[in-house]
């Protein structure tokens, strides 16, 4: 301030001769201004640099979404015996959800949802190398699916920070002799519809992924009359929150399942998803994913009307 005054001196005045009040009043007034005007351009400028490094963060993560994007099915497969879809509206850009589908050869498929701990960019990686952890093992071969996540728990385990882990639920179908093979590494139960009625829950056989050195668990079977329909949740859905603070709740999800279980799959789909959308009302707080899988008459069988898979992804619901 006092350099500002000094910088402003009146002119017209004998080096001898005092200020005047008025002239003390008037580079006071001036040097405020002055002082407001360069912290005014500072203050701009760091604001403009902060809304270019804004810019840039959210590109990237519009390059992170992207990329995920890519990583989920674009569609599910269509195969004889088989219906599948499965979709993912995630509460932030990116996130820790997975599914696939993976044809094994022979008619059989394997198909999975994954729910990676935590959120935003750092569970999107590792749902990233939880996918390529999982496709390698498949790539090479794999044979039972509780082996097979024994080696893939050692792989993401090595490469994940201690407290990361994923709950995950893989199943292997075979439409020849209609047996679906599981594992369920402490996710949801899923819910299985039976054609004739019968409701049931696929619970937990084994541990998280990648919490623990040693993955302890054994893989479990069953059989899927054509009809018989599963459907694989993550908690965002059964722990959706309404604006009362309720919970969906998992005997929810059983009910929504088992009262559409006539509906053709891509269509069971969006409508448990709507359901669990109006529930939860305006705010989204977790990660929506769910994935449908039903056996099928044998082609040439008669089907009571021909279905279609779809997988999608972002929100924009199922096709």
């Given amino acids: ?11 017209g005045r004998q080096p001898e001769e005092p200020y005047s009040g008025e002239d003390v009043r008037l580079l006071t007034v001036v040097s405020l201004q ?22 840039r963060a959210e590109h990237e993560v519009e ?6 994007r890519q990583l989920l099915p674009a569609a599910a497969p269509a195969l004889p015996g088989f219906a599948c879809a499965g979709d993912c509206i995630q509460a932030k850009s990116v996130g820790g959800d997975y599914y696939d589908f993976i044809e094994l050869g022979g008619g059989r498929i394997a198909f999975l949802l994954a729910d990676v701990s935590g959120k935003g960019i750092a569970a999107a990686l590792l749902m990233a190398n939880l996918q390529a952890t999982l496709r390698s093992q498949y790539a090479g071969g794999a044979d039972d699916p509780a082996r097979m996540l ?3 728990n ?3 385990f090595a490469s994940t920070p201690g407290n990361r882990y994923a709950t995950l639920f893989l199943a292997e179908f075979d439409p020849a002799t209609r047996e679906l093979r599981y594992v369920n590494c402490g996710h949801v139960a899923p819910v299985l519809a039976r054609a004739g009625g019968g409701v049931e829950t696929l619970d937990a056989t084994g541990t998280v992924i990648g919490l623990f050195d040693d993955w302890f ?7 899927l009359e054509p009809g018989d329909t599963l459907v694989v ?5 059964t722990e959706a929150l309404s604006d009362d603070e309720e919970e969906y709740g998992e005997d929810r999800f059983r009910d929504a399942v088992a009262a559409r279980r006539g509906l053709p799959v891509p269509e069971l789909l969006a409508a448990v998803q709507t359901e669990v959308q109006q529930f939860a009302g305006a705010v989204q707080s977790d990660d929506l ?4 899988a039903r056996a099928t008459p044998p082609a040439g069988e008669a089907a009571g009307g021909a279905e279609g898979g779809a997988a999608t992804s972002s929100g924009e619901g199922v096709r």
């Fill in 34 to 55: 002055s002082a407001l005007t360069v912290q005014t351009i500072c203050l701009s400028e760091e604001m403009a640099a902060r809304i270019e490094a804004e810019r």
């Fill in 217 to 223: 668990g054994d893989s479990a079977a069953t059989v």
């Fill in 233 to 237: 949740c993550r908690d965002g859905v």
């Fill in 154 to 156: 050692r792989l993401f």
């Fill in 150 to 152: 024994e080696r893939a």
């Fill in 1 to 11: 301030m006092r350099a500002l005054c000094t910088m402003m001196a009146p002119g």
């Fill in 289 to 292: 994913t769910l994935l449908v």
């Fill in 63 to 68: 390059i992170a979404k992207e990329v995920q």
